[in-house]
């Protein structure tokens, strides 16, 4: 096995020694800083690579103190006011932290914001509202008892992440940074000139970790420093009058800050994009490649290789999006938090090499009293774990501060079993790509390959309780032995992909990730009854083709066989029975997590049967519809035996049951991934505990294995 490479470790200026002692015990083969450090002096003749991290709109309070005017800006909307009278005054920054942003007075606000009667949606007029800058104030004519929000551009003065690192580490006497608009043509000079600068001044650094290019995600404070709202696929920072002019020029048509605040929701990845996010989006994902390209051959000019750093000021690379690649970057960097953020590292295109931060980062908030480094590690590890066998990252790294992890008793022992594990992934493999099925899946919202591996996802796997019965989804296809695909509603117009077997569908009623009125999309619907009638299969987790229309909830309530009771027809009678005798349940032993789930999904139909019931209502149903099959998942949060459950549901739904065993393991706990390429078979138990499983290999029983805690055992295997 290799002893060294593929890890990145984080130092800093005390840590010297210590990183030179740890870089040779775990066979680090690149070292990097991080915010808020620096790489010493002594470390740069090291037989590593050198990783230093890179702002392009930061760390240079000086320039942007001297350039106000192009200080990085972002829409926000203000407090709903009700008005008592015939005129509302609305104060703008309340709840806002005023040392995170200032209101924009540079630029004309009757251009660039709006007023708006929230009552009705009606903007008001221009000439009907006045800004008082004296007082921070919109005062504005009115209609009684209606209520009014003011959408408004603010500075940036304090970096975001610089504020939460600030806030999170209990900073001190840091100065907060402020952050600069690289798309403005005088800053953007500046920083070229800056990094042909850097590169000369810096000549021992092989790697420019940009972190990232241009625009922040949406990251605000309240009044207390707390977050106030906080989107990682958040746009509403990545505006200024002269990029919207650009915009305008570019679309035809006049920009309404209405396009990013969005009736306050700020254009979550929940709602269902409008047409003009959407060409915002791939407007600033063609300018943010353009000017990332340009500072990408800077760094190249200079021999060295280019990084991006897949968070923070990430907002216009889209790394699934069509102009991606046109940057050039050698690698992308980024957190992993589990297996769909592996994932969303790991399947990028357009790059050399992948490398994933894996947690915890060492910072004071998880090496702390109270806290379990080693623990989180271990759960990290177990989710990244399946799904670097289908999908290898190239390199491992780790984030924070060196020391707090160097001094939490047996933290670094954790670390070295998990490098060692990652390299054995890579020795074994030897290139090879683990056997999927011959089929693929595809996972069908209004994002579809932009957005591949984010669905219901907030990022570094942290989810809200209302998406915990979808974010399962996703984790569970992260490390099967699927090619997995992502659709958008107009894709399935212009035709399924023939290697596409089966379609799944998950979310709540009017998201995104369901669909909304698409489903009364009568070449949508009609596009996947015929595909599921001749023979294609089809899952849908919680409110699947839901939209009210037409006597019908869920609009393929035909093919899933199953809808949910809006109580207009409780005057209907249902007879639902449980008969949990099933192909998907055949190796299932304790009660199915559904999680938060669905209530009053009942059956329907002729050709359904139920497998789970809570009460009188359905919680796993499958039906047949014609020559397919489909299955309804009130909910499907992660664990090992939704993992199986969900693989089981997908091999039905395909109509391939027996290509399920081609490789199989018995015990829910365990999986496999088999390189038949190289005869190597990795069993994995994602338990914390020991687990017995029977490998299977062509129906037949291949061998008996006993798993320690978490292990993982290599098989050779001959076909």
């Not at 309240?222 to 920072?237: I, L, M, N, Q, T």
């Not at 212009?494 to 995104?512: F, L, M, R």
């Not at 014609?626 to 035996?641: D, I, M, R, T």
């Amino acid at each position: 096995m290799e002893q060294k490479g593929r890890l990145t470790l984080p130092t800093d200026t005390d840590m010297v020694e210590e990183t030179i002692r740890l870089k040779e015990l775990l066979g680090a083969d690149a070292l990097r800083d991080c915010d808020g450090t620096t790489m010493p002096d002594a470390l740069l003749s090291q037989d590593a690579k050198k990783y230093a991290t890179y702002y392009t709109t930061r760390k240079d309070n000086e320039w942007a103190e001297a350039n106000p005017e192009e200080i990085q800006q972002e829409y926000l909307i203000s407090d709903r006011v009700v008005a008592r009278g015939d005129t509302v005054r609305i104060k703008l920054m309340q709840g806002f932290h005023t040392e995170q942003l200032k209101v924009n007075t540079l630029d004309d606000p009757k251009r660039w914001w709006e007023v708006i009667d929230r009552t009705t949606g009606e903007v008001v007029p221009p000439e009907q509202w006045e800004f008082d800058e004296e007082s921070g104030e919109v005062e504005a004519a009115a209609i009684p008892y209606h209520q009014y929000t003011v959408s408004f551009l603010a500075f940036l003065i304090w970096d975001p992440v610089h504020m939460f690192n600030f806030i999170t580490n209990d900073w001190k006497d840091a100065p907060h940074q402020m952050t600069f608009d690289v798309r403005q043509p005088k800053t953007q000079q500046y920083v070229k000139d800056k990094l042909k600068k850097w590169c000369e001044d810096n000549p021992e650094i092989n790697v420019v970790r940009f972190t990232t290019f241009f625009h922040q995600f949406t990251l605000t404070f309240d009044e207390r420093k707390r977050e106030k709202y906080v989107d990682w696929f958040g746009y509403s920072a990545s505006v200024s009058p002269y990029i919207l002019e650009q915009f305008e020029k570019w679309a035809g048509y006049k920009f309404r800050p209405e396009y990013i605040v969005d009736e306050g929701y700020h254009n979550s990845s929940f709602r269902v994009p409008s047409k003009e996010f959407r060409d915002y989006v791939k407007f600033q994902q063609i300018e943010v490649s353009k000017l990332a390209k340009e500072l990408v051959d800077i760094v190249h000019s200079y021999g060295k290789e280019a990084m991006m750093f897949l968070g923070d000021h990430w907002i216009g690379t889209e790394p699934f999006g069509e102009y991606f690649a046109n940057i050039g970057i050698d690698a992308v960097v980024g957190s992993v938090g589990d297996g769909v953020t592996l994932r969303m590292i790991s399947d990028i295109k357009g790059v050399k090499y992948t490398e994933g931060r894996l947690l915890p980062y060492f910072f004071p908030d998880v090496f702390c009293e109270g806290g379990d480094p080693i623990k989180e590690a271990q759960e990290n590890w177990l989710k990244a774990r399946r799904a670097i066998l289908r999908s290898p990252l190239d390199r491992i790294g780790y984030g924070g501060y060196l020391k707090l992890a160097s001094e939490w008793d047996g933290f670094i022992d954790e670390i070295h079993h998990v490098v060692d594990e990652f390299r054995l992934i890579h020795d074994n493999m030897k290139g090879c790509r683990a056997y999927v099925a011959p089929f693929k899946v595809a996972v069908l919202s209004c994002w579809g390959a932009l957005r591949g591996w984010m669905s219901n996802q907030v990022h570094h796997s942290i989810w809200h309780r209302e998406i915990y019965s979808y974010v399962g989804v996703l984790e569970c296809l992260s490390g099967m032995p699927f090619d997995v695909e992502f659709l958008t509603f107009e894709d399935i117009k212009q035709g399924i992909p023939e290697d596409v077997k089966v379609i799944i569908n998950s979310g709540d009623a009017g998201t995104s990730f369901s669909g909304d009125k698409n489903w009364i999309d009568e070449e949508v619907v009609t596009a996947i009854r015929a595909f599921v009638d001749q023979g294609g299969g089809f899952i849908g987790v919680g409110e699947p083709t839901a939209y009210q229309f037409q006597g019908r909830y869920f609009q393929l309530s035909d093919v899933l066989g199953v809808d949910r009771e809006m109580d207009f027809s409780l005057s209907t009678d249902k007879y639902n029975e449980l008969s949990p005798e099933h192909f998907i349940l055949e190796d299932i032993t304790g009660a199915v997590d559904f999680g938060e789930g669905k209530s009053r999904i009942y059956a329907q139909g002729n050709n359904y049967q139920i497998l789970c019931m809570d009460g009188r209502y359905s919680q796993l149903v499958v039906n047949t519809y014609g020559n397919g099959h489909s299955v309804y998942f009130a909910g499907l949060p992660y664990s090992p035996q939704n993992c199986r459950i969900l693989l089981r549901a997908i091999y039905y739904a395909a109509g391939m049951e027996g290509e399920m065993k081609k490789f199989y393991v018995t015990n829910v706990d365990t999986e496999a991934a088999v390189f038949e390429g190289n005869g190597k078979i990795a069993v994995i138990n994602n338990a914390r505990e020991a687990k017995e499983t029977d490998l299977y290999i062509d129906g037949t029983l291949y061998c008996h294995l006993d798993l320690e805690p978490m292990e993982m055992r290599w098989v050779d295997y001959q076909a």
